[in-house]
């Protein structure tokens, strides 16, 4: 079964595709140069609407299918990986809310998410849990009418510049993974703290931080859900949001290939242009070939989680991890495409596989992935 999109999904992904390659992809270069969070993109991002699109109608967003959020996430990815991820990650950040928060959580929280006016971020790793994402270290002690929060979180990408945070914290100690509850904290709330600003290797233009909490005080009516229940909450988070990284890399591919065409058509050897060399030929062929894989099982894992199948963690995983393994070998070959010029930085393709590195690892290692589409096989 082909996974074809609406007259609306094309619509959509003709619009933001203007938005991408107008206002997006002239900025890429130098966002990803100085590493600097691109306010201005956020910016066309709501005002546009387009960060809507994961909060739910009823709470003054779109509530698109998760599939409209992967294609739109695709778009942005061909130019920009970093601008990619501010939607990608307040759907991660987002999803938390809308799996289990109260009608007055989300009557409180999801309007001004919805105007893109604040973002959100997801806060599950730790310096000593991160595949192993159930020894955490952070606790929440309930205090009066207060949580009290103590503990480092590291990797959130949008760290500091989202306004909300779904947090995991253990609320009672040796039930294994029952100990975990969700919160939705506030930037602003006492004890919350930005620590070190990591420096990366790609999607630079995305503040990756630790979060601090330093007896950060938390409302009781900001758990999500019942406690102990925080752990099933992340990894039904994860299983909506995987494809939307799926999403991404599979942007990252296709920008990698379009470029690697185009250069191939104009370079002049041996007298002749390379595309016309069947050495060429074959690497893009391969590349498009894996490219669209990529696209039919992540557009299939999105359509799967929207339907609310039983298979979700499994094919939520499988397309992240194959279209992240894709980016990584199609944005490689395309620097080789290019040879000596795909190294330098002043073409797009070193840029883009760098991008492509974080996909194989972010929201689950391929590793995990691995091991999760393991499991839905062997049952
Ligand atoms: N949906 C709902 N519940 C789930 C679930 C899912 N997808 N996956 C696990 N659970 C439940 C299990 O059913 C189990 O509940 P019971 O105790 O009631 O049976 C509980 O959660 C524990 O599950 P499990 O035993 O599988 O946990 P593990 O510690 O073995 O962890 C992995 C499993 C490795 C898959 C998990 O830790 C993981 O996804 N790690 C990667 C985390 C990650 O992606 N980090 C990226 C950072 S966030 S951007």
Redesign the pocket.
């Given at each position: 079964m082909q996974y074809e999109l609406t007259e609306e999904q094309e619509t959509l992904r003709r619009s933001i595709r203007d938005l991408a390659q107008g206002i997006i992809a002239p900025r890429a270069a130098e966002i990803d140069e100085k590493a600097e969070f691109p306010e201005d993109i956020w910016e066309q991002l709501a005002k546009y609407g387009w960060l809507s699109l994961v909060i739910p109608e009823e709470y003054g967003g779109t509530g698109a299918p998760v599939l409209t959020t992967c294609v739109v996430i695709e778009e942005i990815a061909k130019v920009c990986a970093s601008s990619a991820l501010i939607l990608a990650v307040h759907s991660?950040g987002s999803t938390p809310i809308t799996i289990a928060g109260s009608h007055e959580q989300k009557t409180r929280y999801f309007p001004r998410m919805a105007a893109g006016e604040h973002l959100a971020a997801?806060a599950?790793?730790e310096p000593g849990a991160?595949?192993?994402?159930?020894a955490l270290g952070t606790t929440a002690v309930l205090d009066g009418d207060h949580y009290r929060l103590n503990g480092t979180k590291c990797f959130i990408s949008n760290g500091g510049v989202a306004e909300i945070y779904s947090v995991f914290a253990m609320t009672s100690h040796g039930v294994?993974?029952?100990g975990i509850s969700a919160f939705i904290v506030e930037k602003s709330f006492p004890g919350f703290r930005i620590g070190k600003m990591e420096h990366k290797m790609g999607i630079r233009g995305n503040p990756t931080t630790e979060i601090l909490f330093e007896d950060c005080l938390v409302p009781r009516e900001n758990l999500l859900g019942k406690e102990g229940e925080g752990?099933?909450i992340a990894?039904?988070t994860?299983?909506k949001a995987r494809p939307g990284i799926g999403a991404q890399a599979v942007g990252i591919a296709q920008g990698a290939l379009d470029f690697a065409a185009s250069y191939a058509k104009q370079r002049i050897q041996f007298k002749q242009p390379l595309a016309a060399l069947p050495a060429i030929q074959f690497k893009l062929a391969d590349m498009a070939m894996h490219t669209e894989a990529a696209r039919q099982l992540v557009y299939k894992a999105a359509a799967m989680v929207d339907k609310g199948s039983k298979e979700v963690?499994k094919l939520s995983a499988m397309a992240k991890c194959f279209a992240s393994d894709t980016a990584m070998w199609v944005t490689t070959e395309a620097v080789q495409v290019l040879g000596g010029y795909g190294y330098m930085k002043e073409y797009p393709l070193e840029r883009m596989m760098r991008d492509a590195k974080i996909t194989q690892i972010?929201?689950?290692t391929n590793e995990?992935q691995r091991?999760?589409i393991a499991r839905g096989v062997l049952g």
């Open positions: 991660l997801f599950l790793t991160g595949s192993d994402a159930s294994g993974t029952k752990f099933r990894m039904q994860l299983d963690s972010y929201e689950g995990v091991l999760v």
